[in-house]
């Protein structure tokens, strides 16, 4: 006897299988238009209702909240239980118009330093507008992990910058919030000063860069009177320094490729996520290959060369 139920049954499971999670949109901020975050929420919940914000990268001039290196990190982290959050941010190099009209922005550092601080204030934000809507989103917001890629990363990476010294850019961010952890795939903070400090600890952090990297520079870039971009090995020397514990993976002969690592790197991100929520603490310095990561055109390339061809 044939059950029809049953088959139907079975159609409709085959399809939440597939279907990995639900998206929906909000509004975040009001700047010249307004700002957007996806959440993207998975079928099945992790029971800590952890969360991930996802920073998109592009070299402050192009890039979208909801392309597809955004929804491979979406789909990829719903099937582990994570609610993935997707933001927009202000790119400031979008209108060269604005920048020749600015002739404060007329000097390379101020140029850059100007596009990581918008997407900075931006950031928090989100995660302001994020901590006040854990409840509806149903998170726990002590869970937040930040993730980005090249800007991305450099954005993340500046913004827990100016949580733990206190500086304005964080202001948005929740009174006592810290990111549960942080994983930057070539990324770098902006600095006036010499040398980078933090007055109070960041989140644990994952650093990932190639040694090669031009685009962010894996060590440092920036004119000899004026602000500089500390790329990873430099931000690992502070943090060795001043005994801050964290995780460094380095890629030998490898350049900006790293920013597109996450697919091969899942079960890395998610084991460090996973020590960091469970309160480990642990440092690791490591020089790893993978096939997934040759080198390409984008090892051969330096920053200016990427906005030759925009």
Known sequence: ????????????????CAEAQTKETFPFA?????????????????????AVLAVFGGGFITGTRDNHYQQTIADSLTRRGFTVISIDY???????????ENSSLWKTDDLFQHCIDIATEDCAEAIAWVCA????????????????SSAGAITILQLDYCRANGLPLAKALPKGWKPA????YAGGIMCKKKDLHYANPPAPTLLMHGTKDRIVNYKKFGLPFGAKLFGSSTIDKIMDKENIP????????????VASWFPGSVDIFCSFVQLALNGRVSSLDAVMTDSYLQPTEWTKMGLFDIYKQK
């Open 1 to 16: 006897m044939k059950r029809p139920w049953i088959i139907t049954a079975l159609l409709i499971l085959m399809g939440i």
């Open 30 to 50: 009001k700047r010249d238009s307004t700002l957007y975050l996806d959440v993207h929420k998975p079928v099945v919940q992790r029971a800590d209702k952890a």
């Open 246 to 257: 964290h995780w460094i993976i380095r890629f030998e002969g490898i350049g900006h490729e």
């Open 181 to 184: 952890a942080m994983i930057p």
């Open 90 to 100: 202000r790119l400031g190099l979008k209108d060269p118009v604005m920048v020749m």
């Open 133 to 148: 809507h854990a409840s509806q989103l149903d998170i726990d917001i002590s869970k937040l992990i930040l993730t980005g």
